[in-house]
């Protein structure tokens, strides 16, 4: 294993020089057409996917570079969504620092989750995370301040930073795509920091990293509570874009729909799950207005990817003969 | 009127004698769940599915050819283990030199699959299956009144799991079993056809969800969502036992069952979350599970 890495090293730095001058090329293209998206599409649709795409992408931090595979991440966006809502509407919070709380609330939700799911490995942790997530749909069901069945309805957008009126769509969306763009950094940072090598590391081979002196089970829980905060960051923005939070975004079928959209644009690549959030969402606008259900087909996609598509879209051009040339490797 | 704890005796009764029904089907699900996993390294997340569909096999059978509970209660769990052989054959067992997740994933595509199928031809809300008409009535025993139905699931299921137990603990065909748990590479060096059963075993824990689903018909009205509402409870149960005990999934199972019945009496509100919050509790201080061997 360890010769193996070792003779890849050499050709891996020549050829990734190649790869970040394409990758520039790419994230400019890519933000350009971000910038002017608003021209050619509805700007809903839009911050929906942009809020689902951070979303995707906090989750990946987990599974993609930590080898965790969590169940419940609906608690930290929803619970987020719940939070922003909350303060916003009822306390008059201005939507800079709603999201704020939302990213905090999120982020101790995965400090407590994080430190029962952490005691358990692999489909364990899965499991855990799941069971803990449907304890805390419970209790939004039940708790006074999520209102129950009808969620909390028409939060209002306010003004950012006291003059930029969020309730013109325009601004709303420059507004959403900024913070998505802060929320990419921050993983991008994150991901090619120290910290995240050591969760590499973790991710291909445990016991190793534990005999270098690594104290695991702490590297494990920072890196669920920073995910978890991201994906708070987009639950709290999603309840801005919509103006609501209901029982939908803490429900599991949430955490299932952002493994899916993981799963679909590539585990472990940065901007996969970009991809894989704007399929499923386009899917999901589709089908929304014909009765066919969404969930077969979410489902039959599952089993599709997880049979013969394990390396998703991104991860499957990047090792095709294409992404060879341009010098990007399978990442994974 | 006699109290116990201060709440009336029936009350009380009433309440242990559901969360003795619910603990019976976490019991045989979980029992399910672990001989999978046991086996396969899989963890079956479309068990509450095949649970699901146990359930509307008696229904189906009964709407469109009359055929009634008893027959129904053999004839389901087999048409729903053929099935779930033909998945494992077919598909599941594509991944089994991968990281266990992807079984997880893959099972669980599987179980929105079916459910989001059963949803839209049947409708999210539930339909009753009404108890057959021997089973039908209830019994006064002196302190409670015991409606015969539920009695007889207690009773089956516990025969059912011992049933399982037995099967894996003392025939051979267990025995070959539990060795291909251990190491499946020897097994088939000692001339046993080890995918055949992989296959076999992924059957009958799918067969085994649709016995409970069968039985949970008169009881629970049969719904789309019947299974995933329990699945995720069933997997905390497994959490708490831990999978390495056939035996340990099954005590762990109904004592669950037992202590949401009783949150129900003491603390209703409670009663949703309770069994997360002893796996919690079962996480902190013995983080392997109650009978589990595995860290």
């Not at chain 1, 799963?263 to 929304?288: C, E, R, W």
């Amino acid at each position: 294993m360890s010769e193996m890495t070792q003779t890849a090293a050499k050709p891996h730095i020549e050829r990734s020089a190649t790869a970040s001058r394409t990758y520039t090329i790419f994230v400019i293209i890519g933000l350009a057409a971000l910038i002017l998206a608003p021209m050619f599409f509805y700007p809903i649709f839009l911050m929906k996917l942009l809020c689902f795409a951070l979303f995707a992408c906090a989750f990946n931090l987990l599974l993609g570079y930590t080898g965790l595979l969590s169940f419940g991440h609906a608690t930290f966006f929803g619970g987020a969504a719940y939070f922003t809502a909350h303060v916003v509407k009822e306390w008059g919070f201005p939507p800079e620092l709603g999201i704020l709380t939302g990213v905090v609330g999120a982020a101790l939700l995965g400090l407590v989750m994080g430190f029962f799911a952490i005691r358990r490995q692999g489909i364990y942790f899965a499991m855990i995370t799941l069971a803990l997530s449907q304890m805390f749909f419970f209790f939004c069901l039940q708790a006074k301040f999520t209102q129950g069945e009808d969620g909390i309805q028409s939060v209002p957008r306010g003004h950012l930073f006291g003059f930029i009126d969020l309730n013109s769509s325009t601004n709303m969306y420059y507004f959403v795509l900024g913070v998505f763009l802060i929320g990419m950094v921050i993983i991008w940072r994150f991901i090619n920091s120290p910290f995240g090598m050591i969760l590499r590391s973790i991710r291909e081979n445990e016991p190793r990293a534990i005999s270098l002196g690594y104290s695991v089970a702490r590297y494990k829980l920072g890196a669920f509570v920073m995910s978890a905060a991201l994906a708070g960051l987009a639950g709290g923005l999603k309840s801005l874009v919509f103006q609501f939070a209901t029982l939908t975004d803490v429900a599991w079928q949430m955490s299932g729909e952002v493994i899916l959209m993981t799963l679909l644009g590539g585990i472990g690549t940065l901007i996969g799950p970009i991809f894989g959030a704007g399929l499923v969402v386009t899917l999901q606008n589709y089908l929304a207005t014909s009765q066919f259900p969404v969930t077969i087909v979410t489902g039959v996609i599952f089993m599709i990817c997880v049979l013969v598509f394990r390396r998703g879209i991104i991860g499957e051009f990047y090792a095709s003969r294409l992404g060879r040339k341009l010098g990007f490797e399978h990442r994974r | 009127m006699t109290m116990i704890f201060g709440i009336p005796l029936q009350a009380f009764l009433g309440q242990l004698l559901i969360g003795l029904i619910n603990g019976s089907f976490y019991a045989l699900l979980s029992l399910g769940l672990a001989v999978i996993f046991g086996l396969l390294r899989v963890i079956n997340f479309a068990h509450g599915a095949q649970y699901m569909l146990g359930a509307f096999a008696a229904m189906l059978m009964l709407e469109y050819f009359g055929i009634n509970y008893w027959v129904a209660l053999i004839l389901g769990p087999i048409v729903v283990g053929l099935f779930g052989a033909i998945i494992e054959r077919t598909m599941l067992s594509r991944l089994y030199d991968l990281d266990p997740l992807y079984g997880l994933l893959f099972t669980f595509g599987l179980a929105l699959t079916i459910e989001g199928t059963f949803r839209y031809l049947y409708g999210a809300a539930g339909q009753p299956y009404s108890v057959p008409t021997q089973l039908a009535g209830g019994t006064n025993l002196g302190f409670m009144f015991l409606p015969i139905y539920r009695g007889w699931v207690v009773v089956v299921s516990l025969v059912a799991c011992i049933g399982t137990w037995l099967l894996i603990e003392k025939t051979k065909l267990g025995a070959y079993l539990r060795a291909a748990t251990e190491n499946p590479v020897l097994v088939q060096a000692f001339g046993v056809n080890v995918p055949v059963l992989l296959t076999l075993t992924y059957g009958l824990g799918a067969a085994l969800a649709a016995f409970a689903g069968v039985l949970a018909a008169p009881i629970y009205q049969v719904s789309p969502l019947m299974g995933s509402n329990i699945i995720i409870v069933v997997f905390a149960v497994v959490v708490v036992g831990g999978m390495g005990s056939i035996m340990g999934a099954i005590i762990t199972g109904y004592m669950l069952g037992i202590a949401e019945g009783l949150t129900k009496v003491f603390y209703p509100e409670a009663s949703n979350i309770v069994i997360f919050v002893i796996m919690a509790i079962v996480l902190l201080l013995r983080p392997a599970g109650l009978f589990g061997r595995d860290a």
